[in-house]
């Protein structure tokens, strides 16, 4: 079994953030669905700049890849200044693919490695397994969603009581993540959206949300240690905030492998912000 200290689940603006960071001290794994879809901008929640100036700012000075992604995009030729979505994840692409600890693959995870209540490690939807100290979920909505609508992917070997895994000495259990995420605490909330569907009723997405009792300071689950959260799943879709989550996320999950402590200088307060918001 190939073995990574971090594995990011979801290639997004908060799972690109993550692998980043966590590829600066630690050999890390991003694992996304489609390779040619990473840090893409999509049209239900767009990247807005104008909005967003300060943070973006504030989020360079850190070191986020975002904010220089950003400025090699951008189209002038336009009445005004915008982002060219092409060359953004283009650009995007290129900072994971040049980051000398960080591995990309494109594959679907359908399941979670568990042992004594701790994240070991993934699957694929071809059978592979995938260890790491660490593993971090920044999947999007609509993937939450089709992991939860996919009864096949449920678990059919292992019956678990509500917010329980089991704790059998050194058995390894592969866990789906529909599972892992319900032991985590994760509620499923149906939201009104704008506009009217084709039959006349109004359309309603699905929240896939980690209560905030559930998430510690460093944004790892209570329930399951070395399993991390950022982005959609603790409520956030800004691309903005999101990359600014999974790179608290990516901070933290290497951090807790290599023994360090936070240090309250190299902070941003509006990561620390944030953080703040989704935790307890």
Known sequence: MD???VIIVGGQHAGCEAALV???ESKTLLLAENLDRVAQIKKDSPLDIKTSQNLLKELDHVGLAMPRAIKRSMNFQKTAPAIDETSYHVKMKSILER????FLYQARVVGFLFRQN????IETVLGERIGAKSIILCLSRSQLENHVRDKSLYDKKH???KGTLPKKENEILCLSLARILKTAGMKIE??????FGKSGNRKHALEFLIPRSMVSK????RRVENLFFAGSLLGIYDPVESAASGFAAGLFASMKINNKVTSEENESPFIEKIVRS???
């Open 159 to 161: 019956e678990l009581q």
């Open 3 to 5: 073995q990574y200290d």
């Open 190 to 195: 149906r939201k009104q959206k704008p506009g």
């Open 218 to 221: 460093n944004l790892e689950s």
């Open 278 to 280: 989704v935790s307890t």
């Open 22 to 24: 966590a590829a600066r």
């Open 118 to 121: 701790r994240g070991i490690g």
């Open 99 to 102: 980051e000398m600890s960080l």
